[in-house]
């Protein structure tokens, strides 16, 4: 069963339609073929009007759609010889962080994520997709792996933001992060990272401060979420569509703002509804934007990273 | 409320007539509710002199308190206003507006250089009273025009940080001054150039977890609530009291976040001390000769 978000509802109607058609036996005087070609044509009208003019807000609702790609589907599509590494060396693995080596198209990488899981269970294995300290110090060593070994770093962001807890405070969670992204800008080799889902504040950027960053034309990337937003500033978390309004939030703005590259277009009605499809133009968009980094020794890859950040936001 | 407050403090405005009286004459201490003599308070650096608590001082005073007289403000770079055209109940540009008028300041950080006890230093103090001291461009750009000075000037860096987290008002942008903060420290690193963080209260979200984070040494001020996530955030995730103390200097201390706590009062002499042994390479020329 397909699920729908609440502004697909006129989509879910026709859906169900369909599937009644198609189980039916034929009946009298009713030709099922040509009222299932007329209902689908319908379908592909309505998400076509739905999803030209999604809303920041709506953007958020199919960014966290439960059927929605995530990382290790990435992984899977993308990568072979995969290979998970594990741990911080310190403390434990936090499945919140998912990361290996891999070849990508034929050459080796490393790959990092963060993952929020498919079903009950694998949500809470990988904590919703929000991670420890433990999981920003792995992301950390397997970046400086992959800086000794010239591996390029492919990552996939898909997270709330990072774990807020007791623990991962005591264990010092805002260092981790200022590590990770150090680590980032540090790396020898080219990294991009691509914003899949959900990019959430300290969380996200502490995989995300790459060479290229790429987003989904769904996906959200933001310092705070629309509803802690709304609850701060509109004191009312039923203003997050308002705060997800004014927040800039969606792709197509973070490019106009010039803080991400490349906005990657998805299939009809989501990267949920044709998640091979999805998968397979996000690898397109990484071997295009891989291909002139290759040329560039460390030093220069370093410097012009650091150059492009600190040109973010100056006139 | 204790009898000073109730009792003294409205019959020396009777005595005075409401107008007359400084409201800054006496203050009270918000942890031990004594009343203090302005005077007293402002010679004592803002720590209470009852009970030791450290109040919040302005940005200002930062800079007197830690440079040696004689230091300059340096005037920071602009930077584009209000780029997201942000509203809530107010617009942003009337926030700016506001908080400008009541700090007299540009934005959320002061950047001055001069001398600690002699030693050159570039110091950098965020202000709370100015939007939480929220971090947005203007505050990025404030701590890397710190970072550049200092290696221009060989000079180490020295960063309070004061800070509700990111200026949400600017988006994604706000964001973007965590890495960007990153590659100041980076800078002055990279030059062999002692950089230290002094987390005051209060220091959360991306500030906590970008360069405050990073310093060669880390102090704070006893009490200073420091952590990435806001408290009542977690409360509501883990669903837990959180325990005594959590999130304080002290907490963060024990859990090896922090190389020391240093009270206000001793806060320069530290400091002065940490940057004479971090000189390392005139050390080693003197006693070579
Ligand atoms: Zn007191």
Redesign the pocket.
């Given at each position: 069963m397909r699920q729908f978000l609440d502004f697909e509802k006129p989509i879910a109607e026709l859906e169900s339609k369909l599937d009644e058609l198609r189980n039916m036996s034929e009946p009298e005087g009713l030709n099922i073929a040509e009222e299932v070609g007329r209902l689908s044509d319908k379908v592909e009208r309505q998400l076509r009007a739905i999803y030209a003019r999604l809303t920041p807000w709506q953007k958020a609702q199919v960014a966290r759609h439960p059927e929605r790609p995530k990382a290790g589907d990435y992984v899977a599509g993308l990568i072979t010889d995969f290979t998970p590494l594990a741990g911080d060396r310190a403390f434990a693995d936090d499945a919140a962080v998912i990361g290996g080596l891999g070849r990508f198209r034929g050459r080796p990488v490393m790959v990092l994520g963060t993952e929020k899981g498919a079903d009950t269970e694998s949500r809470v294995a990988h904590n919703f997709g929000m991670a420890r300290p433990e999981g920003y110090r792995k992301a950390r060593r397997l970046l400086e792996l992959a800086g000794r070994f010239q591996l390029p770093v492919l990552s996939f962001v898909d997270t709330a933001g990072a774990f807020p807890g007791i623990e991962a405070e005591a264990r010092g969670q805002a260092e981790a992060i200022a590590r990770a992204i150090e680590a980032c800008l540090d790396a020898p080799v080219p990294l991009i990272a691509t914003i899949i889902g959900e990019g959430g504040s300290g969380g996200a950027i502490a995989l995300a401060a790459g060479d290229r960053v790429l987003m989904l034309e769904h996906a959200i990337y933001s310092v705070i979420s629309p509803e802690g937003c709304a609850s701060i500033l509109w004191r009312e978390a039923a203003q997050a569509a308002q705060a997800a309004e004014a927040l800039k939030l969606t792709a197509e703005d973070l490019r106009r703002l010039r803080l991400i590259d490349q906005v990657i277009a998805e299939p009809l009605g989501g990267a949920n509804r044709a998640p091979a499809e999805a998968i397979a133009t996000v690898g397109e968009a990484i071997a295009a934007q891989l291909e002139p980094l290759l040329a560039l020794d460390g030093a220069t890859l370093k410097a012009r990273r650091r150059e492009k950040f600190l040109a973010m936001g100056r006139e | 409320m204790n009898w000073l407050t109730e009792y003294v403090r409205p019959k020396i405005r009777t005595l005075l007539g409401r107008r007359e009286v400084p409201d800054n004459l006496w203050q009270q201490?918000?942890?031990?509710?004594?009343m203090?003599f302005h005077r007293d308070l402002e010679r004592n650096l803002r720590v209470?002199?009852?009970?030791?608590?450290h109040m919040r001082p302005s940005a200002a005073e930062r800079l007197e308190w830690t440079l040696d007289a004689g230091f300059s403000r340096i005037e920071l770079p602009k930077v584009p206003a209000d780029p997201l055209r942000f509203r809530d109940s107010k617009r942003y540009t009337d926030r700016l507006r506001e908080a400008r008028e009541k700090t007299q300041h540009e934005d959320a950080i002061l950047v001055a250089h001069g001398a600690i006890e002699g030693q050159k230093a570039v110091v950098g103090a965020m202000a709370f009273d100015f939007m939480g001291g929220s971090m947005g461009a203007a505050v990025g750009e404030g701590i890397i025009a710190a970072a550049q000075l200092a290696v221009l000037q060989e000079a180490p860096l020295i960063l309070y940080t004061a800070s509700g987290g990111a200026r949400m008002q600017e988006g994604a942008i706000s964001l973007m001054q965590m890495p960007r903060s990153i590659i100041a420290s980076q800078m002055v690193k990279e030059a062999r150039l002692p950089f230290i963080t002094v987390l005051t209260d209060p220091t959360t979200g991306g500030v906590t977890a970008s360069f405050a984070m990073l310093g060669d040494v880390q102090i704070a001020e006893p009490g200073a609530m420091i952590g990435f996530a806001g408290a009542r955030v977690i409360e509501q995730t883990v669903r837990e009291t959180l325990p005594e103390g959590f999130q304080r200097a002290e907490y963060l201390l024990a859990h090896g976040i922090l190389d020391m706590v240093v009270s206000r009062l001793e806060m320069k002499a530290t400091l002065a001390r940490l940057l004479g042994l971090l000189r390392g390479p005139v050390q080693a020329d003197i006693i070579k000769l």
């Open positions: - | 201490c918000d942890a031990c509710e004594q203090i209470c002199t009852h009970c030791g608590h």
